[in-house]
């Protein structure tokens, strides 16, 4: 007789072991269903944790991004109010008015400070006079109200604004396998903080606008700021680094992590950047 055969009359045998398979067959039967619901459930919940977690970082990142563009803006208006830069710009005082902005500038960390007229022309300080700064975001500051933005400028653009600043707009492109095809072989734009805050006289009526600018190109203490205050102590494993990178299209143009900027990113993270809300960043007005 098999061995099979033997052990199952055994078991049908007797009491004891008819009332064990009794006991066994559902746990056995049971058993893989509740292994299978239990993979299908933690790979769903830990999808959703990690969801929510990507999620609630780039709401925080957003916020801080928010913030930084603000603080430039308060910058602004600090000089534009006080009363020393109202009676130097009534007076038309060039030297008293270039002090100030580039003071401003120094202590502030703005890339370049303008002072310009309603219509965006240059009235006061260092860059080319006939480079067209208008803008909607110019044109609602020249109406009285203050707005800070992102703006994406043209490599002439930035040279116009600061010899220096170009140079570092300038990126040899490296394309990755699931990059998207482009001929280009550089990115010479620079994306761009600005904010704009009209000047009034005794009246209220604009004469004049300050514009400032932060050059996020290669801009590493930005992503620091931001990877510090999103990846506070204890939010990750330890020996983890908060990620965090800013592209300019599907081109990596400053990080803090290491790898070299230039770098393209995929087709599909490029989608998924998009899909997530990341280029409200560029839209979002004061």
Not at 7 to 35: C, D, H, N, Q, S
Not at 105 to 127: C, I, M, P, Q, R
Not at 128 to 147: F, H, I, K, M
Not at 206 to 234: C, E, H, K, Q
Request: hydrophobic share 45%; with cysteine.
């Amino acid at each position: 007789m098999p061995p099979l055969t033997r052990f199952i009359e055994t078991i049908l045998g007797t009491v004891r072991y008819k009332l064990l398979a009794l006991v066994l067959f559902p746990i056995l039967l049971v058993m893989p269903i509740a292994l299978v619901l239990a993979i299908y459930w933690g790979k769903g919940f830990s999808y959703d944790q990690l969801f929510i977690k990507v999620n609630t970082d780039l709401s925080v990142a957003h916020d801080v991004f928010k913030r930084i563009r603000e603080d430039y803006l308060t910058r602004l208006a600090v000089l534009a109010e006080s009363h020393s830069f109202y009676v130097a710009l009534e007076s038309r005082d060039i030297a008293a008015i270039n002090q100030q902005i580039t003071i401003l500038k120094n202590t502030t960390g703005f890339d370049y400070l303008h002072v310009l007229d309603t219509e965006g022309e240059l009235l006061f300080g260092s860059a080319a006079e006939s480079y067209n700064r208008v803008s909607q975001l110019l044109l609602t500051a020249a109406q009285g109200d203050p707005g800070v933005g992102v703006e994406i400028f043209d490599h002439e653009r930035v040279l116009a604004e600061n010899k220096a600043l170009a140079r570092k707009t300038i990126l040899p492109l490296v394309d990755t396998v699931r990059a998207s095809p482009t001929s280009r072989k550089i990115e010479d734009r620079g994306m761009v903080i600005r904010a704009i805050y009209p000047a009034k006289n005794a009246k209220g009526k604009v004469v004049a606008l300050l514009d400032g600018g932060v050059l996020l190109n290669s801009n590493f203490g930005f992503v620091d700021i931001i990877r510090d205050l999103v990846y506070g102590p204890g939010s990750l494993p330890e020996g983890s680094i908060g990620a965090v990178t800013v592209f300019l299209d599907d081109v990596r143009i400053t990080t803090n992590v290491p790898i070299r900027i230039g770098f393209r990113t995929s087709l599909e993270a490029r989608k998924m950047t998009r899909s997530a809300g990341l280029s409200r960043f560029c839209r979002n007005r004061r």
